[in-house]
């Protein structure tokens, strides 16, 4: 463990958030498995980013790096929680005046650190930002992948890349929620794994088992947390396979 | 081709200047990064050594390069980012238009091999099309050196700006520099007879300079160069090429790749335009030489001064060679 800054404590509510994003998707349902990539997002704002929404373009800010783009509703809405943009621009996304998209674009929205939609971009980008930033400023670099998106050979390359570079301020999030159709033999992380990361498998039954996976990091490699949203806490604490 | 050593510079071939520049623009700009993938990588490893961290081999993995360039630049860094052309630009063409361009950050690219430097290796390794495929994209600008000088002229001012740069190298080369100021810059005049039309003219594109100079040595028409394709300079293209061009454009790579921007910039007035470049229809199964594919290519000495007759009033009885001066630029 290296992170020396306080962690942040905001207590993001996770009924107020599931609100805010039901707002994108005018679901008033509470999907689980629409709601995996929820968690994780809530909880790496509530308990494990440093960013600061009067200053989000301080140069020694955490970056949450949103890979998988195409499900950007969580991430809108933690946003909109943390105070980075106004919650009305939750009520017309991917309107002709809206700056939120059904892909984020990093130049309209404040806090959104790339663009992306197209799958296999996140991860690269994120480990030339953890290059920039390594020795030159206490940030962390934090990707979201899903397990699908690993498909792209891009991000073969990258997680080759952050590996033999021993990238300590890199962690990347995978949200496994099995839905890549040719599955992966032998689990997402132990692709991580032979590249050098260090990796946590993690599920979303638990706030603080998932904030502790996602401080994670060590010094010398970078570390991969794969999220399995696919085990979830109905309303009576069991554990079920969604 | 090659000049008895009349540049300010080293007299070294564009590939090692560029390498040669690469120290001392470390040393001079502190945001400025080096990403290869492998290519280049021997030859820049004092470099390397002397800026620790800060030449960043990704292996043979261009779409990281890429991205990880984008990533560097979204945190203020300056990547300069190195490859063979089509490795640089075909393969991650979409990182191109969404790690760097969506992104809205900047990066130097700087290619190698051209169009068909790599001869003897074949179409794997040539990218005629690079600079179409570039310009096809928002917000980029590209150089097309024509000299060692060149090169390190526009590495300089580059490197302290923030845009996204493709600097395409060649193996080809003239045997003088010219300005790299992005103007289209008048190389040869040629006297008008009284009340007559100006002289056709003939723009040629970085290193075509010294071929168009010498197909057209005899021939009644003005050059002109220009080392910054685009955005083309329209300004200064309109203001030679007169109130009725005859105009011929020379590229080193795929033809009428600048026929839009040169279209656009003639818009109001009626122009005849000749483009002259790498033929886009057919894929050239040979190896041999370079000077074997510019040949092929109508890109040598002959093959341009065919092209460029074809812009030549013919009049009988009549000498076809005008006065011509050579311009100091």
């Known amino acids: 463990m290296t992170t020396t800054r306080l962690g942040p404590a905001h207590r993001l509510d996770a009924g107020r958030v599931r609100d805010l ?60 929680a943390r105070g980075f943009f106004p919650e009305y621009w939750l009520d017309d996304v991917a309107s002709w005046d809206s700056a939120l998209g059904h892909h984020p674009d990093r130049t309209l929205v404040p806090g959104v650190e790339i663009g992306s939609g197209s799958l296999g971009h996140g991860l690269p980008l994120a480990v030339g930002m953890a290059l920039g930033l390594r020795v030159r400023s206490p940030a962390r670099v934090v990707v979201l992948v899903g ?41 997402v992380a132990a692709r991580f794994a032979v590249e050098g990361w260090t990796t946590t498998d993690v599920d979303t039954r638990s706030d603080d088992g998932l904030a502790a996976a996602l401080r994670r990091a060590e010094p010398d490699r970078p570390t991969a947390v794969v999220v399995d949203t696919t085990r979830v806490a109905t309303a009576t604490g069991r554990t079920v396979t969604a | ?81 190195h490859t063979y052309a089509p490795f640089l630009v075909e393969r991650p063409y979409e990182q191109l238009k969404i790690s760097l361009g969506h992104q809205d950050v900047g990066a130097i690219l700087v290619s190698i091999g051209a169009s068909f430097d790599a001869s003897a290796a074949g179409r794997t390794h040539q990218a005629p099309a690079d600079v179409a495929l570039v310009a096809a994209l928002p917000g980029w600008t590209v150089h097309v050196p024509g000299h060692p000088d060149e090169v390190a002229a526009i590495l300089r001012a580059e490197a302290g700006r923030t845009g996204r740069v493709y600097v395409r190298l060649s193996g080809q080369r003239n045997e003088r520099p010219r300005p790299t100021d992005g103007r289209v810059h008048l190389v040869r005049d040629v006297a008008d007879g009284p009340g007559a039309a100006p002289a056709p003219l003939v723009l040629a594109v970085g290193p075509m ?28 293209l309109r203001r030679l090429a007169g109130p009725t061009p005859a105009l ?40 041999g030489s370079p000077d074997d594919h510019a040949a092929a290519h109508g890109l040598d000495v002959a093959g341009v001064r065919r092209r460029v007759e074809t812009l030549v009033p013919r009049r009988v009885g009549s000498s076809s060679s005008g006065r011509q001066s050579e311009l100091p630029t």
């Not at chain 1, 989000?56 to 950007?72: A, E, I, T």
């Not at chain 1, 999030?173 to 689990?187: A, L």
């Not at chain 2, 990281?64 to 560097?72: N, R």
Request: aromatic share 4%.
């Open chain 1, 147 to 187: 397990d699908a998106e690993l498909d792209e050979g891009s991000n073969a390359e990258a997680i080759q890349v952050a590996g033999r570079f021993a990238l300590g301020n890199l962690t990347c999030v995978v949200v496994d929620n099995r839905s890549d159709g040719h599955g992966w033999p032998g689990g």
């Open chain 2, 248 to 287: 011929a454009v020379v590229e080193p790579y795929l033809e009428g790749t600048s026929a839009a921007a040169v279209a656009a910039a003639l818009a109001d007035r009626p122009a005849r335009v000749v483009h002259v470049g790498v033929p886009r229809d057919v894929e050239l199964r040979r190896y």
């Open chain 2, 1 to 81: 081709m090659r000049g008895p050593g009349t540049s300010a510079g080293p007299d070294l071939d564009m590939r090692t200047r560029f390498y040669a520049e690469l120290d001392p623009l470390l040393d001079a700009h502190p945001d400025l990064d080096v990403v290869l993938a492998v290519i280049g990588a021997a030859q820049l490893a004092r470099v390397a050594d002397r800026h620790p961290g800060r030449v960043v081999d990704v292996g043979i993995r261009e779409q990281a390069m890429i991205g990880v360039a984008g990533g560097l630049a979204l945190t203020g860094r300056r990547p300069v980012v």
């Open chain 1, 21 to 80: 994003v039901a707002r994108v998707t005018g679901d008033e349902k509470h999907d689980p498995s629409a709601h995996s990539t929820l968690d994780v997002v809530r909880v790496l704002y509530d308990q494990v980013l440093h960013v600061d929404p009067d200053a989000p373009d301080d140069p020694d800010r955490d970056r949450f790096v949103l890979s998988k783009g195409h499900g950007p509703a969580s991430t809108y809405a933690v946003l909109a």
């Open chain 2, 209 to 236: 300079l010294d071929t168009v100079l010498a197909a057209t040595a005899d021939l009644p028409v003005r050059v002109a160069y220009t080392a910054t394709p685009h955005p083309l300079d329209a300004v200064g």
